[in-house]
């Protein structure tokens, strides 16, 4: 989940590759005079003169069972494309960075905010405004343009997809699950191509929950021989009795867990009750403002869980 506020969480779609995409909080002022966004767009977009983006096929699609097209009227939300800077811009980037985290450089952890890093190293507005108007153009809705201007968020249909992008949606049967992916490498038109990179992804394939669940009996013991990792353990492990006992416990500080699933506030009560802290439970915070209801995604609901718990 993605969010703000103390114990607090966002879930939307396609959140995690976001996090690839617009740094909410990029190192360094630097020079501002350095690789300034510059318009790159300058031909007439020609629909006939195409470039493939490559690499644009999900890996499990080779592994999968092909179920045939997908239905051209099925939604496709919250499409993520990626927009490339000039090479001038990225160069200027990794330099930033590094010097944003080396001692001594007078870019060290001096901060940009988001609209600043859109003027240094994000795409021109001049650039974004045609590659937004051509999406239009092709029925897609803009559902956000990141601060950061390194990408759009964009949703329509697959006929829509199959169509802008002639490329073909297919329905796939993975480890018993069923998907939606591209099953070939999108074009976009010549014009555009040099701001166009690719997108987070065009498949609802997603990452998978990185929990396991134990097959050994941890040591730590509490009551008639019950066994498990409480909280007091974790102040033992981590040394924390002192900064408790001076009154620091984080209180006013704001954490982010970003994710996919929502969680059952019951789950974080028990969770609560059971090691008597205080009742807090997290604010959700939705990131597709389209769905009011955040979905609970099996597996990864109890990683967030975990998360938001401990």
């Known amino acids: 989940m993605y969010g703000r506020s103390s114990n607090c969480v966002v879930a939307g779609a396609l959140i995690g590759a976001m996090l690839l995409l617009v740094p909410r909080v990029a190192a360094a002022a630097g020079n501002p005079t350095q690789a300034l966004s510059v318009a790159r767009i300058t031909a007439p977009i020609d629909e006939s003169r195409r470039a493939e983006l490559t690499g644009q096929i999900h890996r499990a699609v080779r592994d999968s069972e092909d179920l045939g097209e997908a239905d051209s009227s099925q939604r496709a939300e919250r ?22 985290q080396t001692r001594g450089r007078p870019d060290y952890h001096r901060w940009l905010t988001p609209g600043s890093f859109a003027q240094r190293f994000g795409v021109a507005t001049e650039d974004m405004r045609v590659v937004r108007a051509w999406l239009e153009s092709k029925g897609f809705g803009i559902d956000e343009e990141p601060a950061g201007s390194r990408a759009l968020i964009f949703s329509g249909t697959i006929g829509q997809v199959n169509e802008a992008f002639a490329t073909r949606i297919h329905r796939y049967r993975w480890h018993g699950e069923v998907h939606t992916a591209n099953a070939t490498n999108p074009t976009v038109p010549k014009a555009l191509s040099g701001v166009i990179a690719g997108f987070a992804s065009l498949s609802d394939f997603r990452h998978q929950p990185q929990w396991i669940r134990a097959q050994r009996t941890p040591q730590y013991t509490s009551g008639s021989g019950a066994h498990y990792l409480a909280p007091g353990d974790f102040a033992t492990i981590y040394d924390l009795t002192s900064p408790y006992a001076q009154g620091i416990t984080g209180t006013g500080r704001s954490i982010a867990v970003i994710g996919r699933s929502s969680v059952q506030s019951t789950d974080l009560g028990n969770f609560r009750s059971a090691f008597g802290l205080s009742s807090a439970l997290p604010q959700v915070v939705i990131a597709n403002s389209k769905n009011a ?12 869980d975990l998360d938001l718990g401990w």
Do not use: C, N, Y
């Open 79 to 100: 499409m993520i494309m990626l927009l490339r800077a000039s090479a001038a811009q990225e160069a200027d980037l990794v330099q930033f960075l590094k010097d944003a």
């Open 293 to 304: 209801t955040p979905p609970l995604v099996p597996g990864d609901e109890t990683e967030s």
